[in-house]
């Protein structure tokens, strides 16, 4: 049998689609079948069991209603008797289906809208299934396109085969495109929408800078040149820190290039962004040194449970170790991870002059000492009562000056102090509510449990109940900013490993973990550091 023209027409529409699209052709027949299906229950009752087929090779439609097999039909329309049924088919039992053909159907206007609408929800469906299972998996790589449009800012990014979008706060400040630019952006997210872009781009992303390094430097695209962190200030400056796996190649001027060719290609793509290229060093206090270049550091001081480092430089460098608005700080802070102070030599030798006098009238007070004996005490390092009382005696009968039984009488000034304010601390302790169990935990003083008590801690259950955080404090990095959080023990020397282990003996009492929970935790945890340590 011939095939007429209006069904050879249909299967060129469908041919026509699939190649536009990048689609399969079943799904447009299919979507077009749909399409008929619901032009069809328009004219035959939108309540109709109706189903419509398209024979992929001919391209004739046909149109069935499918009534169920039921004793007694209440709906001719949906439903056919057993009786009727076993007359068509012998077989026929209930719950089966009977198709009854329909005849062929006239489109009319409206009908013919309505089909043309669901064939294009099909296959734009179909078409966003197909660009999300090609892009899922090429997040973290660098796609070039073209500039589709911009819409308040978003750039839509023809990539050929699907199409992204660069929001406004993922381009590069004062960066301008415009229709038909070529664009070239790092993918870092691909997810399943059901409107707008599934693919997300970036020119602002750190990992755009390091892709971008990768395309530019053979030793990193081989693996014996490492990116270790990169912090961006997008459009203005960057610092990225690099180290070499081979002893006999610079990391920085491997980087750098011939007369900067490679460097500068990376520049040019980013809008001119100033990149400070940094040897990467396991030592924290080496790394941020380098970090803060151009600036040169006279001293540096780590608090590693904090993660604050203190840098100190010449006055004449501080404004170039700052950077302007705060920039050269702020992206090596980014980049180390660590929060950085920066201060002057004339800063710090005031504050290093602050704290000799607070600590020489500290010894004077609580020893009973004259101002010489003081000073002496804080210039050969001992900064609190408790260390003068526990330390072996002969680190101070050994300052010049002092014999051993001067050592001895400093020592038990020291102790007899500390056994006062013990016992004055807890007078107040008690006054506060606090429990006497709360005494058996190691490392806690009277002085700790005022301090928990006036938090309204009183109890093992209540101690049992606290995080480190809550002891030592923490802190939280936001835009390269670091705010540090004070802990009820900030003010004691307890470090967040001592304040751990006083919350899991405050459990243990409490009966809220058992010995054999602590064994098993610490399995688990070896278990995984050795699989971490093999992969």
């Not at 398209?54 to 009534?67: A, F, H, M, V």
């Not at 169920?68 to 077989?91: C, F, G, H």
């Not at 002059?353 to 002496?376: I, P």
């Not at 490993?497 to 405050?506: D, P, S």
Request: aromatic content about 6%; proline content about 3%; hydrophobic content about 40%.
């Amino acid at each position: 049998m011939a095939v007429s023209a209006n069904r050879l027409e249909l299967l060129q529409i469908a041919d026509a689609v699939a190649r536009e699209k990048v689609i399969d052709r079943e799904i447009v027949l299919a979507a077009m079948a749909d399409a008929i299906q619901k032009a069809a229950r328009s004219r035959y009752g939108t309540e109709s069991n109706i189903r419509a087929d398209i024979n992929p090779k001919t391209g004739e439609i046909r149109l069935q209603r499918l009534l169920e097999v039921v004793e007694k039909a209440e709906d001719y329309s949906t439903q056919i008797p057993l009786e009727l049924a076993r007359d068509r088919n012998p077989d026929a039992a209930l719950g089966d289906f009977i198709a009854d053909p329909l005849p062929p159907m006239d489109f009319g206007r409206i009908a013919a809208q309505s089909a043309k609408q669901v064939i294009v929800q099909k296959v734009r469906e179909a078409e966003r299934d197909r660009q999300f299972d090609e892009f899922k998996d090429r997040t973290g790589e660098i796609v070039n396109g073209t500039v589709k449009r911009v819409e308040y800012g978003n750039v839509i990014v023809d990539l050929g085969r699907g199409e992204g979008i660069i929001r406004r706060d993922e381009m590069i400040p004062r960066e301008n495109v415009r229709y038909g630019d070529r664009v070239r952006a790092y993918v870092y997210d691909v997810r399943r929408e059901q409107r707008g872009p599934q693919i997300f781009l970036s020119r602002t992303h750190p990992q755009f800078m390091v892709k971008l390094f990768t395309m530019e430097v053979p030793e990193i695209y081989d693996g014996i040149i490492q990116v270790k962190s990169v912090a961006r200030d997008p459009g203005s400056r960057a610092k990225i820190a690099v180290i070499s796996n081979d002893s006999s190649i610079d990391p920085v001027g491997a980087c750098v290039g011939m007369r900067g060719s490679r460097v500068q290609a990376v520049v040019g793509e980013l809008q001119g962004e100033k990149i400070d290229i940094i040897p990467w060093s396991q030592d924290p206090a080496t790394f941020v040194v380098n970090a803060l270049q151009p600036a040169e550091v006279a001293k540096v001081v780590l608090d590693e449970d904090a993660e604050r480092i203190e840098v100190v430089v010449p006055d004449e460098q501080l404004s170039l170790a700052i950077g302007r608005r705060g920039q050269n700080v702020r992206l090596a802070s980014q980049l180390t991870g660590w929060d950085i102070d920066i201060m002057t030599e004339a800063e710090e030798s005031e504050r290093r002059q602050k704290e000799f006098n607070e600590r020489t009238n500290l010894f004077m007070d609580s020893l009973d000492v004259d101002e010489m004996v003081g000073q002496v005490l804080a210039s050969e390092g001992f900064a609190a009562v408790e260390e003068l009382a526990y330390v072996d005696l002969d680190e101070i009968s050994s300052i010049d000056g002092f014999d051993e039984e001067t050592a001895q009488e400093i020592q038990q000034r020291a102790r007899e102090f500390l056994e006062r304010l013990e016992a004055e601390m807890d007078e107040k302790r008690k006054a506060l509510g606090v429990q006497d169990e709360l005494r058996e935990i190691d490392g806690i003083t009277a002085q700790m449990m005022v301090a928990l008590g006036e938090d309204g801690i009183k109890t093992i259950e209540d101690f049992a109940g606290c995080a480190a955080d809550d002891l030592v404090g923490w802190t939280e990095r936001k835009n390269g900013e670091t705010k540090k959080f004070e802990g009820l023990f900030s003010k004691f020397d307890v470090s967040r490993v001592e304040a751990e282990q006083m919350i899991v003996q405050a459990r243990l009492s409490a009966g809220w973990i058992t010995q054999e929970d602590l064994a098993k935790g610490t399995e688990e945890e070896v278990t995984e550091a050795e699989a971490e340590q093999e992969a």
